[in-house]
């Protein structure tokens, strides 16, 4: 390991609105803010929201300085890439801003059943070749349903047409409740409004590329859910692999 990324860590575990914790501990018990982030952690009643795979933090900082009446909480298990938003939320002292290090799968362990208002996953791999590891598969869903509250917002912003479609599917198949879809955020009246136009780092790259964005705003129910009887077509410039992609974009910004 660098010693660049040994530093980063090192600082991660000065902050107190980093959350790392060993999954060794939360076999043992549950988390210790588990049902009570409001109180115990943010110190208010205001409304919790997720950033699933966060990176380094773009969105959860951004909501937070334009929502100063909601608090985020930015999820990945990269400690290097939290780090940049770590430091910005340590910078600015943002209040309604916390970091946490751990699995997504992994999230039922950290919040309880009603908590969340809620959550944003953004630009994720879309794993074409996986339906399980997608953050928008039924899988997922139901981890979500277990501490989203009812009536709680899931947002998907993302490149990838696949994954796009895919997740339109399974939210016609489910009768989800949709508020906005659009496979072209940026040229959508009305659409692109300002929550929105927060660009991440990996964003602004597939715009320079002539890439669009989509968007779809729903809310799921708990009932029992089904994965939609359809596979759309693979994304061609995927198939050399994100991680190809990743290490193109690491020439752009070697941070």
Same mark, same amino acid.
Not at 33 to 52: A, M, R, S, T
Not at 89 to 109: D, F, S, V, W, Y
Not at 206 to 227: A, D, Q, V
């Given at each position: 390991?660098?010693?660049?990324?040994?530093?980063?860590?090192?600082?991660?575990?000065?902050?107190?609105?980093?959350?790392?914790? #060993?999954?060794?501990?939360?076999?043992?018990?549950? /988390?210790?803010? !588990?049902?009570?982030?409001?109180?115990? *952690?943010? $110190?208010?009643?205001?409304?919790?929201?997720?950033?699933?795979?966060?990176?380094?933090?773009?969105?959860?900082?951004?909501?937070?300085?334009?929502?100063?009446?909601?608090?985020?909480?930015?999820?990945?298990?990269?400690?290097?890439?939290?780090?940049?938003?770590?430091?910005?939320?340590?910078?600015?002292?943002?209040?309604?801003?916390?970091?946490?290090?751990?699995?997504?799968?992994?999230?039922?362990?950290?919040?309880?059943?009603?908590?969340?208002?809620?959550?944003?996953?953004?630009? #994720?791999?879309?794993?074409?070749?996986?339906?399980?590891?997608?953050?928008?598969?039924?899988? /997922?869903?139901?981890?979500?349903?277990? /501490?989203?509250?009812?009536?709680?917002?899931?947002?998907?912003?993302?490149?990838?047409? /696949?994954?796009?479609?895919?997740?339109?599917?399974? $939210?016609?198949?489910?009768? *989800?409740?949709?508020?906005?879809?659009?496979?072209?955020?940026?040229?959508? #009246?009305?659409?692109?409004?300002?929550?929105?136009?927060?660009?991440?780092?990996?964003?602004?790259?597939?715009?320079?590329?002539?890439? !669009?964005?989509?968007?779809?705003?729903?809310?799921?129910?708990?009932?029992?859910?089904?994965?939609?009887?359809?596979? #759309?077509? *693979?994304?061609?410039?995927?198939?050399?692999?994100?991680?190809?992609?990743?290490?193109?974009?690491?020439?752009?910004?070697?941070?």
């Amino acid at each position: 390991m660098g010693k660049n990324k040994l530093a980063k860590f090192a600082e991660l575990d000065t902050y107190e609105h980093v959350i790392q914790v #060993p999954y060794g501990k939360l076999k043992e018990s549950d /988390f210790s803010l !588990k049902g009570i982030w409001g109180k115990q *952690f943010f $110190v208010n009643d205001h409304p919790i929201v997720l950033e699933l795979g966060c990176g380094k933090g773009e969105y959860t900082v951004g909501l937070a300085r334009m929502f100063p009446e909601k608090n985020f909480i930015g999820i990945d298990i990269k400690g290097a890439r939290l780090w940049k938003g770590a430091r910005e939320i340590h910078t600015e002292g943002l209040k309604n801003a916390a970091l946490l290090r751990t699995n997504i799968e992994l999230l039922p362990m950290f919040f309880a059943e009603n908590e969340i208002s809620e959550i944003w996953i953004t630009f #994720p791999d879309p794993q074409m070749k996986k339906t399980k590891k997608r953050l928008t598969s039924t899988r /997922f869903i139901e981890c979500y349903n277990s /501490f989203l509250k009812p009536g709680g917002l899931i947002h998907l912003k993302t490149d990838s047409n /696949f994954l796009f479609n895919y997740t339109s599917a399974l $939210v016609k198949e489910n009768d *989800f409740e949709v508020k906005a879809e659009t496979d072209d955020l940026y040229s959508s #009246p009305g659409t692109a409004d300002e929550i929105l136009s927060i660009k991440t780092f990996y964003e602004q790259q597939w715009l320079s590329r002539g890439m !669009k964005i989509k968007y779809l705003r729903f809310i799921p129910h708990k009932c029992l859910l089904k994965e939609p009887d359809v596979e #759309p077509e *693979f994304d061609d410039y995927r198939s050399y692999g994100r991680n190809l992609s990743s290490g193109m974009l690491k020439e752009l910004n070697p941070e």
